[in-house]
């Protein structure tokens, strides 16, 4: 494949995947978040959600879910969604929320805080998953797998991924043992390992862990 077929194939791509925002924008709602979450499944850290709001001339090219782009392409959409965007915020959970009300309303209520933070209130939100946050009194939309539908909630996915993975990397350095470098807090062998060789770390997620406790 040539690189101008490479790049025709991103920019319908683009379109494609603008399909839910355009729908939303054509019925005079101007101001349309994405928002997406990352790290459901890790046994330790903060689950962390993302809100995108995108301009209808979005014009940034690779957008997709967080999941099936490397770490460096993360990292260079990262700064260009940030930059293009009319607006986007985080919303962050930690392990003792998670504890304490269960993954899934730890989500929502990052979710409802990413929101919260946009510096423009959304009109309409389109969330990845199969849910609605209550706690948002706005419009919304569920879309499963929509961060591979939707520009916004990709966006936000990569807001969200890149977020989080900084931050363990950090933690990597102050909880040494776990690998989280390398895992960003998944039940990977190396963390398993080390959980049975020290025991949990304040940033573990205790309900994830009973048989370490």
Known sequence: MTKAERLEMQKEKLQTMLQHERRLWASGRTYVAGVDEVGRGPLAGPVVAAAVILPQDF???????????SPK???????????????WAIGW????????????????????????????????????????????????TAIVK????????????????????????????????????????????AHYDGLKAQGPCPIHRRTFISDYL
């Open 59 to 69: 014009d940034v090219l690779g957008i997709d879910d967080s999941k099936k782009l």
């Open 73 to 87: 392409k993360r990292e260079e959409l990262y700064g260009l969604i940030k930059e293009k965007a009319l607006a």
């Open 93 to 140: 959970q930690g392990p003792e929320v998670i504890d304490a009300v269960n993954i899934l309303e730890a989500t929502k209520k990052a979710m409802a805080e990413a929101v919260n933070g946009l510096s423009v209130r959304p009109q309409h939100v389109l969330i990845d998953g199969n849910f609605t946050v209550r706690a948002l009194d706005l419009p919304q």
């Open 146 to 189: 929509g961060d591979a539908n939707s520009t916004s909630i990709a966006a936000a996915s990569i807001l969200a991924k890149v977020t989080r993975d900084r931050y363990m990397e950090e933690m990597a350095l102050q909880y040494p043992g776990y690998a989280f470098e390398s895992n960003k807090g998944y039940g990977t062998k």
